[in-house]
């Protein structure tokens, strides 16, 4: 196989090769024809014995400066120029040497001519594929139904989303026209397109042109304005893309026009976080990630991969989760060949398996834990009170007493709005497992801290997915009241804070973002919706289906914000309350682990509510 391709490389070398030998051999006779079609008289002599050794050393140079490496496929701009200097800079040598020995086989004033054919000569093969290409799919356009498809930006990007149209033979796009922030291209065209108006136009052109698609193609758009012009789109009722830049430089196979994402639209300030504190608490340890296969608990196992830990530990219980996470960092180490990247293990079990979790702390020793197993469902936890209970309860109280034992420096326990006054079994265990992690501060050397936030949009079981795939079946949207609200974050900005909060645990802390104003569900849903190009309850139906059980209209991210000792820390949008909140009884909580195995969905429910006083039991 290597052997055959290497035969096929060196045909398509010999056929460039053999064509620029002609085309040399022409420039020259064409001359010739042109000088004595003119009345210009000349003796021609020695022209053959020239040619043998100007065609060779050409060739040759042609060689030494890559132009027989050039893709045809894929010629551009810059290879048309390299070819032109290449013959300009020969032929100037050779009109030198004539000028010089007084050789009688040219003029010197024929190598303008000479060299103008032999440019074009030597360009033309290399751009027919291009362009039979365009050709090609400037007929199936014309022959097929496409997307009229308006790009926003006449630039670098713009010309990039074209190439990319035309290269891609599943997008469906037809490039009508570009507007640009810039008035002086309106008038004008890039790769054939006419540049119809500028950004102020926006609504015209969509209308005018009964566009179907907009794509973005701006470079470095200012965060406030890319919003805004996304917000104006939505209301045209046109899909959304834009062009991938980024990812385009870093993978060749990542898909170069990408749909514009919801969380690209929230109005959250950006998170800024101490790097070389987080990078100071990470290096050099030895951290446990308990769940490690979930949404959260992949994203740490990501970051911190980067920050120099000696070993980083995922433990999980679903083993296809831990397994991808595994491969992942695993392709990222091999693929590295400057970053030397810490020792990776990953274990199967269960942080309610006391034993088991045991071992992992003995074999490893771990000096950092992140404790993320837990069960984050809210309905579905209602009716399986006995299993939230065994996770996010004795899942953590199990981790914490470890921790003690073992001499962890510090652990983070990753919590939930949902603790907050909460109307459901979920968040009254994330509540629960609070108290829990407050009352082992003072039973050990761990300094324990627990990350309260609101919802993790892509994570597993979040709304987003949910409303994708109901906008993919052509709807209805499902949205469980019109003024339910939700705050929202993203997986890296959860996983940021759960690293800074880490950095500044000190003594039982609860730390909380401050994530803004929260957003209307039904809103977040007409935005998904228009997104994709729909009509919200015209091609695609909102429905309301009623609060399911346990579910509250507004989210709460403090126990109370008014009594509380609730203050700033370094960053601005962290804080941490740090009161005790009371005695916690751990004999009531170890009497609660021997006996909840015989208690039934409603009785746990109750006996959670004696050790929780702010869980209010929805009956």
Not at 86 to 91: D, K
Not at 417 to 442: C, P, Y
Request: net charge neutral; proline share 3%.
């Amino acid at each position: 196989m290597e052997r055959s391709a290497k035969v096929r490389s060196f045909l398509k070398v010999y056929k460039y090769i053999l064509f620029d030998a002609v085309t040399i051999a022409l420039s020259y006779f064409i001359s010739m024809w042109m000088f004595s079609f003119m009345g210009v008289s000349h003796n021609y002599s020695g022209i053959w014995t020239a040619l043998a050794i100007i065609i060779p050393s050409k060739i040759l140079i042609f060689f030494i400066t890559g132009i027989y490496r050039i893709m045809s496929k894929h010629t551009g701009f810059e290879d048309f120029f390299k070819i032109a200097i290449t013959v300009i800079f020969t032929n100037v040598i050779i009109a030198l040497v004539v000028f010089l020995t007084d050789a009688n086989f040219m003029f010197e004033s024929a190598y303008i001519f000479i060299s103008l054919i032999e440019i074009t000569g030597l360009i033309f093969p290399r751009i027919l594929r291009r362009t039979l290409q365009l050709i090609s799919y400037q007929i199936k356009w014309y022959q097929t139904i496409g997307v009229k498809t308006l790009i926003i930006g006449a630039g670098s990007a713009g010309e990039m989303v074209v190439k990319e149209i035309y290269k891609n033979k599943d997008l469906n796009n037809i490039p009508v026209a570009f507007v640009d922030d810039s008035p002086e291209k309106f008038g004008k065209r890039l790769m054939g397109i006419n540049v119809v108006g500028t950004l102020n136009d926006i609504e015209k052109v969509i209308s005018k042109y009964h566009i179907e698609e907009v794509i973005i193609a701006i470079n470095a758009l200012p965060q406030e304005k890319f919003k805004e012009l996304v917000n104006r789109l939505l209301h045209s009722h046109v899909k959304i893309r834009k062009l991938n830049v980024l990812e385009e430089i870093n993978d060749d196979k990542a898909p170069k026009l990408v749909d514009i994402k919801v969380e690209d639209l929230l109005n959250r300030s950006v998170i800024v976080l101490d790097n070389q504190g987080i990078n100071d608490f990470i290096s050099g340890e030895t951290v446990l990630i308990t769940g490690g296969g979930g949404s959260i608990g992949s994203e740490l196992s990501r970051q911190i991969y980067d920050l120099n830990p000696k070993k980083i530990i995922i433990f999980d219980i679903y083993e296809n989760n831990a397994y991808e996470i595994q491969m992942e960092l695993l392709r990222k180490a091999h693929k590295s060949t400057t970053h030397k990247y810490p020792d990776l293990v990953v274990r199967i079990g269960s942080v309610y398996n006391k034993v088991r979790l045991e071992q992992i702390f003995e074999e490893f020793k771990p000096t950092i834990v992140f404790h993320a197993a837990a069960y984050k469902h809210v309905p579905l936890m209602e009716d399986s009170a006995i299993e939230a209970v065994r996770t996010n309860v004795i899942g953590t109280y199990n981790t914490a007493v470890l921790s003690n034992k073992y001499g962890v420096k510090k652990f983070v326990l990753v919590s939930s709005d949902k603790a907050v006054r909460s109307t459901n079994i979920m968040g009254a265990t994330k509540r629960f497992a609070e108290l829990i992690i407050k009352d082992q501060q003072n039973k050990g050397k761990t300094m324990f801290s627990a990350v309260r936030f609101g919802n993790v949009l892509g994570s597993n079981g979040s709304v987003i997915p949910l409303f994708k795939k109901q906008i993919a079946d052509g709807g209805p949207v499902t949205v469980t009241h019109k003024d339910i609200t939700r705050y929202f974050m993203t997986i890296p900005e959860a996983v940021g804070l759960i690293l800074q909060c880490g950095v500044y645990a000190e003594c039982g802390e609860l730390f909380v973002l401050d994530m803004g104003e929260p957003v209307k569900i039904h809103e977040l849903a007409k935005k998904m919706i228009r997104l994709a190009g729909f009509r919200p309850d015209e091609d695609i139906k909102i429905e309301i289906v009623g609060l399911r059980p346990g579910e509250k209209l507004y989210e709460e991210l403090l126990i109370d914000t008014k009594h509380s000792d609730f203050h700033s820390t370094l960053n601005k949008l962290i804080f941490k309350e740090a009161t005790n909140n009371g005695d916690f009884d751990v004999e009531r909580l170890e009497d609660l682990i021997n006996r909840f195995e015989t208690l039934n969905n409603d009785e746990v429910k109750q006996e959670v509510s004696k050790m929780v006083v702010s869980y209010k039991v929805n009956n």
